[in-house]
């Protein structure tokens, strides 16, 4: 068997194989006598058929497994031996292969990229400050009072735009097999995922009243937090209605202040209003400097990352990028598919190279979130999508797959907090109106509208 190796970059190694004629036949001739202890052929049992009528109905499918093994066998003995690391999977194509004569196949092994990182002091950033002013915290808390409503209680039928507190309750095969309770539900169209509970709720609960109780199919979605293994099976959902509420504005006063934010005055309401404030603010900020960051980081790393791996980002933001691209234009997109993954190559390459300084960094300052920096993000995740935080936090809690994406971007946000700590800042005070702005124009850049 003769190997030989092409080196196309920093981090992919091309291998071109030659297997003897002789080693594919011994491969082919054991996929046959595979065959022929397991295949049935009419008119013989199991077994027991000839070898050479084995040899004729089954030939095609034994050259084609003996080949994929072959190609298996000698990536492995590769990776082993010569090019060890890979993170992503190998791509062979067959160069040759005719019958009774050699196999001659290349296969292309890529490994991570050794990530040589820069001291922090050597990146220079610009850092945006923007406090709350007064006059900021005036304007936020006068629209706060003009516009705060509350959920009342009504005595009718469920409307579009109402609120409702519902009890769920799954059945499988005529058994109660997990509850559900949803309090202040938003009766409001397009507000849920297509196949959850949430949406199959809203599709049956306009017309209903408090203490209606119907039963609604239901296909269990994945990652729901059911004991019993219920995904994509089609149960039943007993929905009882047990109050509804619509939405009215209402004089904010000491009492809602207690029952908003559990405290004696208005003076200690506001006090609270000015945190969430000043924390929505910081967020923004850190937001806006993350992008500064990221760009810096670009500028001062450029080293070759596997192919397959941007491949791979590739497909995946191309379905969220062609819906960007739909809703900004208010015609049919003109690009067609190769134009729009040219455009998108250079942002996951981006994405990919960041993606392994990332990891370097967390590596190096072993940076792990406390439980504090995950409740803090949950509670940011509450605002920003407008939802109660014990829900998110109950998702934490149930959806692993949904627990890793957020300790992942816990980790980037402790290392973007690290970056700006230690490198070379220059600072720059903008007001509210200039912070808004600066984040608009900074999605004029497609690598942020992709979430770089």
Avoid: W
Avoid at 94 to 112: D, H, R, T, W
Avoid at 145 to 162: H, I, S, W
Avoid at 349 to 372: N, Q, W
Wanted: one cysteine or more; hydrophobic letters at 40%.
């Amino acid at each position: 068997m003769q190997i030989s190796e092409e080196k196309i970059s920093d981090v992919a190694m091309r291998f071109s194989v030659t297997v003897p004629a002789e080693v594919v036949a011994e491969k082919i001739d054991m996929q046959l006598a595979g065959h022929a202890g397991n295949v049935k052929v009419p008119g013989f049992r199991k077994g027991h058929a000839p070898k050479e009528l084995v040899r004729t109905n089954f030939l095609g499918r034994a050259t084609k497994d003996a080949i994929e093994e072959l190609i298996r066998s000698v990536t492995t003995d590769i990776m082993n031996s010569r090019y060890q690391g890979s993170v992503a999977k190998p791509r062979y194509e067959i160069k040759k292969y005719e019958p009774g004569q050699e196999l001659v196949f290349s296969v292309v092994i890529e490994a991570a990229p050794l990530v040589e990182l820069k001291d922090l002091k050597e990146l220079h950033i610009e850092k945006i400050v923007c406090e709350v002013s007064q006059e900021d915290f005036d304007r936020g808390t006068k629209a706060f009072f003009d516009g705060y409503t509350k959920n009342v209680p009504v005595d009718r039928a469920v409307q579009e735009l109402d609120f409702v507190d519902v009890e769920c309750m799954l059945l499988h095969k005529g058994q109660a097999v997990h509850k559900v309770s949803m309090k202040d539900l938003p009766v409001m169209q397009g507000k849920f995922e297509d196949d959850s509970i949430e949406q199959a709720v809203y599709e049956h609960i306009i017309g209903l009243k408090a203490g209606d109780e119907i039963t609604i199919p239901f296909t269990v979605p994945k990652r729901f937090p059911t004991k019993r293994k219920l995904e994509g099976k089609r149960v039943m959902v007993r929905l009882t209605v047990s109050d509804v509420y619509c939405e009215q504005h209402v004089p904010f006063d000491a009492a809602e202040a207690k029952s908003l934010f559990d405290v004696e005055s208005l003076d200690e309401a506001q006090e609270i209003l000015m945190s969430i404030m000043r924390k929505i603010r910081a967020n923004s900020v850190l937001f806006y400097n993350r992008i500064s960051v990221m760009n810096a980081l670009a500028e001062a790393y450029d080293f070759d990352v596997p192919g397959t791996l941007v491949q791979d980002d590739i497909r995946r933001l191309y379905p969220d990028f062609l819906e960007m691209l739909q809703r900004e234009s208010n015609e049919p997109i003109q690009k067609t598919s190769a134009e729009i993954i040219d455009e998108l190559l250079p942002i996951a390459t981006r994405r990919t190279r960041l993606g392994f300084v990332f990891h370097a960094m967390s590596a190096k300052y072993k940076l792990e979130p406390s439980k504090d920096d995950i409740i803090e993000y949950l509670f940011n995740e509450a605002i920003a999508q407008q939802v109660e935080y014990d829900d998110i936090r109950e998702r934490y809690v149930h959806d692993e797959e949904f627990a890793k994406n957020v300790r992942y971007s816990v980790i980037d946000i402790l290392i973007i907090k690290k970056i700006l700590e230690e490198a070379t800042i220059t600072e720059k005070v903008v007001t509210a109106e200039e912070l808004n702005t600066l984040i608009e124009h900074a999605f004029d850049d497609l690598n942020v509208r992709a979430g770089d």
